[in-house]
């Protein structure tokens, strides 16, 4: 693993960066309380173990963005989840101004950015805590992939990259200028007004939203009506008899036509 290391402010936040990492989430816990503090970004040029959620690996080649963005939270570690989507809408935000047809982009429950329905971004929110004498702190890595030059083609979901969008003339360093300058004015407005303002723009920008799906959730499928999402995330689907049923984890099908 190629370790050598920038550190500089990026944005006001400091930014270490790196040829190649195992993983950014990685390497921000390992640093977390010591070289690094709240706000720090870990950005990779590659990762040779880059994780995707639900133990999924991250294929991580040059190219493409992966940044992870060290968050110590000062609000109940309940509401962390909700980072997901503050980290989501940026990746929206950022890719609306950078793609030919922004009303392409959406956000895919739980932590995915789709652009024309082929996912372009995932987030992966990893907690974990560190000692610092004697006391226990709590840290968020909030990891963000974003296909900018190239894509993975054997895939559970059909994915998509910038230039297959048809953007051409973007690094993946521009793409993380832009993702931090969103992030940052995210992530002031959810710390100012808590979720009711990330829960409304995300919303507006949700796949499938009011429609039938089916989510696989471990070995069980579980069928509804998006409705929404609770105050910790969980998808909220309405069966036939209306009753509401909450999801926290698990993979979404579309179940009609578009
Ligand atoms: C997903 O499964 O959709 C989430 C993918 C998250 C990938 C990013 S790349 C930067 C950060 N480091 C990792 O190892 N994973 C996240």
């Not at 950015?113 to 974990?128: D, R, S």
């Not at 006391?135 to 230039?163: S, Y």
Request: hydrophobic residues 45%; contains cysteine.
């Amino acid at each position: 693993m190629s370790k050598t290391r920038q550190s500089t402010l990026l944005n006001d936040y400091h930014l270490l960066s790196y040829d190649q990492l195992d993983s950014t989430n990685a390497e921000s816990r390992r640093l977390a309380g010591g070289g690094a503090s709240h706000g720090a970004v870990f950005w990779a040029k590659r990762q040779s173990a880059g994780r995707g959620r639900m133990g999924r690996e991250w294929v991580s080649s040059e190219g493409n963005l992966y940044v992870t963005v060290l968050i110590s939270p000062t609000v109940a570690l309940e509401k962390c989840p909700q980072l997901s989507f503050v980290a989501a809408l940026a990746v929206a935000e950022t890719l609306e101004g950078i793609v030919p047809e922004p009303e392409k982009v959406a956000c895919k429950w739980p932590n995915d950015v789709l652009v024309g329905g082929k996912k372009i971004a995932g987030v992966l929110l990893e907690a974990f805590t560190t000692k610092e004498m004697g006391l226990e702190k709590q840290w968020i890595a909030v990891g963000v992939g974003i296909n900018v030059d190239n894509f993975p083609e054997h895939v559970m979901f059909p994915a998509t990259c910038l230039r297959a969008e048809g953007v051409e003339l973007i690094s993946a360093k521009i793409v993380l200028s832009r993702f931090i300058h969103h992030f940052i004015a995210l992530y002031d407005l959810w710390a100012a007004k808590g979720f009711a303002p990330i829960e409304k723009a995300w919303l507006k920008r949700a796949h499938q939203l009011g429609k039938a799906v089916e989510v696989i959730v471990g070995d069980a499928q579980v069928h509804g009506v998006f409705e929404g999402i609770d105050a910790s995330g969980c998808m909220l689907l309405r069966d036939k008899k209306k009753n509401i049923s909450t999801i926290n984890a698990g993979d979404v099908f579309y179940k009609e036509p578009a």
